[in-house]
């Protein structure tokens, strides 16, 4: 079978740091997308990994390792607006786009 | 900045009753899709879209559920009769795919309460 899985819940305090992961067994790779979802509103996109490799947007960073099957986000100077859940997908050979369950992302001040 | 359009935003219905949702993806997006999320949970994919042409529709409850997309730009999800077990956030996104980036842009959801 296909499966996405990261952890359900983490914790960190404002302006930390925090590492969230993602392993990921799909039939075939075709890039890892992480998207942020606030309490009862739609997933917003964050990144888009293809090859292997940091991806850096703000205080945002992507990793990805395909020999792995492994990926993080990596959020810098946390802020209380950044608490959220965060869904790790990967889009297989017949371009299918597999969801993982998110994490929710607790910040406390 | 081009956005994906959906609604309603909120639904309540009792169940048995019939329900339609409408979705307009971002101009010139040929993949579109309906998602259900429940609370907790990663998006369920229940159909996919190229233009016009269902390319998914294996996890749709085909009793119940239809999607159509005549016309290959906007999108109806229907749901009758509706069932306690349907409550939950059903969203719907859209992307350039087969062209690249294929990342993929929602809209803000509809969430349906069924009672």
């Known amino acids: 079978g296909q499966n996405i899985d990261q952890p359900t819940e983490m914790t960190a305090t404002e302006g930390a740091i925090v590492q969230i992961n993602c392993t990921y067994q799909t039939s075939g790779f075709n890039g890892l997308f992480w998207y942020q979802q606030h309490a009862g509103e739609a997933p917003t996109f964050l990144s888009y990994?293809?090859l292997d490799g940091l991806e850096e947007k703000g205080r945002f960073s992507s990793f990805l390792s395909r020999s792995k099957g492994y990926s993080y986000l990596l959020l810098k100077e946390l802020q209380m607006k950044d608490s959220a859940s965060y869904l790790c997908?990967?889009?297989?050979?017949?371009?299918?786009?597999?969801w993982g369950a998110g994490t929710k992302l607790i910040i406390k001040p | 900045e081009a956005e994906v359009a959906q609604s309603p935003r909120y639904k309540i219905t009792e169940k048995s009753q019939a329900v339609a949702f409408w979705c307009d993806p971002i101009s010139g997006h040929a993949t579109l899709y309906w998602y259900r999320q429940i609370l907790g949970q990663g998006p369920e994919l229940l159909v996919q879209?190229?233009?016009?042409?269902?390319?998914?529709d294996s996890q749709l409850p085909k009793d119940r559920f239809s999607a159509e997309r005549l016309k290959g730009v906007d999108s109806t999800l229907k749901i009758q009769p509706a069932e306690l077990g349907d409550s939950a956030m059903y969203l719907c996104?859209?992307?350039?795919?087969?062209?690249?980036?294929?990342?993929?842009?929602f809209g803000p959801g509809t969430r349906l309460t069924v009672t």
């Open positions: 990994n293809v």
């Open positions: 997908a990967v889009i297989n050979s017949n371009y299918q786009l597999i």
């Open positions: 996104a859209s992307s350039s795919l087969p062209d690249a980036p294929h990342e993929q842009y």
């Open positions: 879209f190229q233009d016009e042409s269902v390319v998914d």
